[in-house]
């Protein structure tokens, strides 16, 4: 089974580094990587793909990274959509975000994220999301669309 990531960050400097640590991920096709600028984007492209079908063909993004912090639609507003739709409540998804404020890491975990990272300016940043993306992928059965 196809794994697709997503990473969902308005900030083209984050995206280049998380596709630079997971550059060896992608070469050896361990994943797809897949990577969107705003909540807009990725709400279109969920919902053009994956959304309410009952094709089991298609697959579920394997995990998600979203920023929370976008203009327009922010990660708040895209959890709570994919939440409440039945095919993509069960994604997996992880807040990459630079907020390290209690409300937001609370209401994040209200909509069932599977972990909460507060991007640093400290050194390889993204080298914890590459051996997050690496860990999960070799650890854990994702949800099956029923």
Same mark, same amino acid.
Do not use: H, W
């Given at each position: 089974?196809?794994?697709?990531?997503?990473?969902?960050?308005?900030?083209?400097?984050?995206?280049?580094?998380?596709?630079?640590?997971?550059?060896?991920?992608?070469?050896?096709?361990?994943?797809?990587?897949?990577?969107?600028?705003?909540?807009?984007?990725?709400?279109?492209?969920?919902?053009?793909?994956?959304?309410?079908?009952? %094709?089991?063909?298609?697959?579920?993004?394997?995990?998600?990274?979203?920023?929370?912090?976008?203009?327009?639609?922010?990660?708040?507003?895209?959890?709570?959509?994919?939440?409440?739709?039945?095919?993509?409540?069960?994604?997996?998804?992880?807040?990459?975000?630079?907020?390290? %404020?209690?409300?937001?890491?609370?209401?994040?975990?209200?909509?069932?994220?599977?972990?909460?990272?507060?991007?640093?300016?400290?050194? %390889?940043?993204?080298?914890?999301?590459?051996?997050?993306?690496?860990?999960?992928?070799?650890?854990?059965?994702?949800?099956?669309?029923?």
């Amino acid at each position: 089974m196809k794994k697709i990531v997503l990473v969902v960050d308005d900030d083209t400097t984050d995206i280049m580094a998380i596709q630079r640590a997971l550059k060896d991920m992608v070469t050896t096709k361990e994943i797809e990587l897949e990577t969107f600028s705003d909540g807009d984007e990725i709400l279109a492209r969920l919902n053009e793909e994956f959304s309410d079908k009952k %094709n089991t063909e298609i697959p579920v993004p394997y995990m998600m990274f979203l920023d929370l912090n976008m203009p327009r639609v922010d990660g708040f507003e895209v959890l709570e959509t994919i939440r409440k739709d039945p095919i993509l409540k069960t994604m997996v998804v992880f807040v990459l975000t630079t907020s390290n %404020n209690p409300e937001d890491i609370c209401k994040a975990y209200q909509q069932v994220i599977a972990g909460y990272l507060v991007k640093s300016d400290q050194g %390889n940043r993204y080298e914890k999301v590459k051996d997050l993306v690496r860990s999960y992928a070799q650890a854990v059965i994702p949800p099956v669309v029923l």
